[in-house]
């Protein structure tokens, strides 16, 4: 009999105590499983190895594996598997968005997900201070975005495409003002030109346009002009003079007979000292042969030289040279006899040096 109760209340224990141990048991998986997810989503994720940050470039079109090799070569993830598990939560797997990215040390998945996914880039500071051919433009844009140089190159050479920003192959300098820009690394070959031509209209405000008007240029006239002014010298102060000069060439029906532009048809930089080979040559650029200004711009002018040909220096000089101290600056001369001492005693002097 008291075997019998024994029994009853061992029962009566283990109804009990059977689900007091579920209920452990399940409490202990929660806590687990709250840990996993802590430390999947919450806990830091990212280990740059003491560096603060990195930059990582995501190509268009790349899909979630791409991603994830970019990431694998980079060494940034300490736990792949996490970083795949909250993508996958964060339903980010196929939206992955292309873009130069900084990534931050020690950040959690969370963190980098909603980085990427909001596609919060890092911009690039495109510059192009100077290039001496469309070729050159092409390539220096090219390292500095994801649109490669042939696709720039593509659109530099389709007359029909640049129709509708006014221009045409031979002065597609003349849309590129030269600064410093902020746009977004996947900017393609076409949306770089349509932010150029945003900035050019931009830059051609009512202030240079009314300039325009008074001295009966138009904006592909100045930059052309500015170009040449901008390989002629690089003193600011005299670059109003020089203007003036072509401008009353021009005026007058004379040839520009720009050293510049000779150097420009023949593509050859090298070039120190013109001969009557080179002022030969069958050009649009060979200001020697041709009266006008060449087909377009030789060069990317740079702003206070653009501005220079916009406030040129009325005066009645026809002709300059490079002064025979070879400082780079010019003489200025109103007739033939007076120019001609002055190029003679230059050209003695780069015969004392024996430059060719």
């Given amino acids: 009999m008291k075997s019998s ?40 994720n990212v280990d740059l190895k003491g560096k603060a940050s990195v930059i990582i470039y995501i190509p268009t079109g790349a899909d979630f594996n791409g991603l994830l090799k970019i990431l694998k070569e980079k060494s940034i993830l300490k736990n792949e598997r996490s970083f795949i598990f909250v993508a996958g939560r964060k339903h980010y797997m196929n939206r992955v968005k292309a873009g130069k990215y900084r990534i931050r040390d020690r950040i959690s998945n969370n963190e980098l997900v909603s980085q990427l996914r909001s596609g919060r880039q890092e911009p690039v500071r495109l510059s192009f201070q100077s290039a001496r051919n469309i070729a ?31 221009i045409n192959t031979y002065n597609v300098f003349v849309l590129f003002i030269p600064n410093t820009y902020e746009i977004f690394w996947n900017t393609s070959a076409t949306q770089l030109i349509e932010k ?31 170009s040449i002014v901008e390989k002629e010298t690089n003193k600011d ?13 021009l005026r007058k029906g004379w040839p520009l007979q720009a050293d510049p532009t000779v150097i420009y048809a023949w593509q050859d930089y090298s070039i120190k000292r013109l ?14 042969l041709h009266t006008g200004l060449p ?23 026809m002709y300059f040279c490079a002064k025979d101290d070879l400082s780079g600056s010019h003489n200025f001369a109103v007739n033939i006899a007076e120019h001609g001492r002055n190029a003679r005693k230059y050209q003695k002097a780069l015969d004392r040096l024996n430059i060719k």
């Fill in 5 to 44: 109760h024994n029994d009853q209340l061992c029962q009566r224990r283990l109804s009990y105590v059977a689900p007091l141990s579920v209920s452990v048991i399940t409490l202990a998986l929660l806590l687990v499983l709250s840990a996993r997810f802590y430390y999947y989503v919450k806990y830091p």
């Fill in 295 to 317: 087909p377009g711009p030789i060069c990317i002018p740079s702003v206070s030289t653009i501005d220079a040909v916009l406030n040129y220096r009325a005066h009645a000089y």
């Fill in 136 to 166: 050159e433009l092409a390539s220096k844009l090219g390292r500095q975005i994801e649109a490669d140089s042939a696709s720039l190159m593509k659109l530099f050479l389709n007359d029909d495409f640049l129709k509708k920003y006014g």
């Fill in 196 to 226: 150029m031509s945003l900035e050019q209209k931009a830059f051609w405000n009512v202030k240079r346009r009314k300039q325009l008007d008074e001295k009966g240029l138009n904006i592909k006239e100045v930059v052309t002009i500015a």
């Fill in 275 to 288: 001969s009557g080979k080179h002022l030969k040559i069958q050009s649009g650029y060979n200001t020697y």
């Fill in 237 to 249: 102060f005299e670059k109003p003079d020089i203007a003036g000069v072509y401008i009353n060439r």
